[in-house]
């Protein structure tokens, strides 16, 4: 995997961010930063304006995030930090430092799907799970209505 902020590959399609750009470039603009953090950056601004919330309370979230990141043995960063360490770290975009930015990780994983038949012809019975469900969401039209970071960024990171 690549280092840093992922970037576009294929220029000869239709990027799949391009409506959530085109919400965020409509309402604040195209700044010199990484996507993800402007699309975060731009909604949380839009918070600040909407509800008086102030860059000390993402703050605090990254904080107690890091915090509790400790207790767990899997975790991408074991190491504790300080609220004036997440505060003072570099800026990423407008409020957002760094140790409020999440990793670029890929979190690879895979799944083999196989017949019923070719589970039992190979033993796999014990290993098996079977899908019972599967569902797919997509952006909808509402999602973009409003030039609303807010509800872009809680529409594209909730599937």
């Known amino acids: 995997m690549e280092r840093g902020s992922l970037s576009s590959k294929y220029m000869d399609r239709t ?3 391009d409506k959530h750009m085109e919400v965020m470039i409509n309402r604040y603009g195209l700044a010199a930063a990484p996507a993800a953090p402007q699309m975060f950056g731009n909604a949380g601004r839009e918070h600040m304006e909407k509800y008086g919330t102030k860059p000390e ?3 605090k979230i990254a904080w107690k995030n890091h915090k509790h990141s400790t207790n767990n043995p ?3 960063f074991q190491e504790e930090y300080s ?3 997440v505060i003072n770290s570099r800026k990423v975009f407008e409020f957002l430092t ?3 930015c999440c990793p670029t990780s890929d979190g690879a ?3 083999v799907l196989a017949s019923e038949t070719f589970v039992k ?3 796999l019975e014990a290993k098996a799970v079977e899908i019972i469900a599967q569902e797919m969401v997509t952006d909808l039209a509402s999602t973009f209505e409003e030039n609303s970071c807010m509800k872009m960024v809680r529409a594209f990171f909730s599937h």
Do not use: K
């Open 15 to 17: 990027n799949p961010m």
């Open 57 to 59: 309370h993402f703050a």
């Open 98 to 100: 760094l140790l409020q």
């Open 74 to 76: 899997y975790s991408q």
């Open 109 to 111: 994983g895979a799944a």
């Open 121 to 123: 012809n190979n033993g």
């Open 83 to 85: 609220l004036e360490q």
